[in-house]
């Protein structure tokens, strides 16, 4: 197993790592020599500058999906942020 910390191939326990905010870590069990290169969803974190001082960003995405009720079951209850057509069981 190999690991890489923002590009950079690391040596030692991954567990003693750190990571700080923005860091793009990558496990691999590849052949010495292979590049690792980026994760898949690398491009879909949030940038250092995006993210609050708790790590997090800074607002939740919003679900626009409606309500939808499963027959047999009761309607849903909970509203969907962004969702006006949603309403609560009697």
Same mark, same amino acid.
């Not at 790592?17 to 793009?24: S, T």
């Not at 679900?63 to 009697?90: N, Q, Y």
């Given at each position: 197993?190999?690991?890489?910390?923002?590009? +950079?191939?690391?040596?030692?326990?991954?567990?003693?790592? +750190?990571?700080?905010?923005?860091?793009?870590?990558?496990?691999?069990?590849?052949?010495?020599?292979? +590049?690792?290169?980026?994760?898949?969803?690398?491009?879909?974190?949030?940038?250092?500058?995006?993210?609050?001082?708790?790590?997090?960003?800074?607002?939740?995405?919003?679900?626009?999906?409606?309500?939808?009720?499963?027959?047999?079951?009761?309607?849903?209850?909970?509203?969907?942020?962004?969702?006006?057509?949603?309403?609560?069981?009697?």
């Amino acid at each position: 197993m190999r690991w890489e910390v923002n590009g +950079k191939p690391q040596s030692g326990n991954i567990s003693d790592y +750190k990571p700080a905010n923005g860091d793009i870590i990558a496990l691999a069990l590849l052949p010495k020599g292979d +590049k690792i290169g980026e994760p898949p969803s690398a491009s879909e974190l949030a940038a250092p500058s995006d993210l609050n001082p708790t790590g997090a960003t800074p607002s939740a995405p919003t679900d626009t999906t409606p309500l939808t009720a499963v027959p047999g079951e009761p309607a849903p209850t909970t509203p969907v942020p962004g969702d006006t057509t949603a309403t609560s069981a009697p």
